[in-house]
């Protein structure tokens, strides 16, 4: 499991949006693996996985967003890319 740290650190050797979208297709694939570790079965279950990663995005995001760097990353790029590779967690996590 990667932390925001990690992310970022692996953001910043390579600051391109093809980079940042790797990055959020590792965390996607990581909700499987959370998931499955914790055995969730219920939508709610589910839900949790899918905001404790978006909360990892964001916190990657402030992280690589501030005024040192001189870079900013969408908030919201865990969704996207989420929703696009997952059609049906549109319903789970809007």
Known sequence: MMKAKDMAARYLADRTPENAAKIAYDLVMETSAIATARHCQSN???????????????????????????????????????????????????
Not at 59 to 82: H, M
């Open 44 to 94: 709610s279950a589910m839900t949790a996985v899918l905001r404790e990663c978006d909360d990892k995005w964001r916190a990657f995001c402030r992280l690589v967003s501030s005024d040192e760097f001189g870079c900013t990353v969408n908030t919201n790029g865990f969704k996207l890319v989420l929703h696009k590779l997952v059609p049906l967690a549109v319903e789970l996590f809007p």
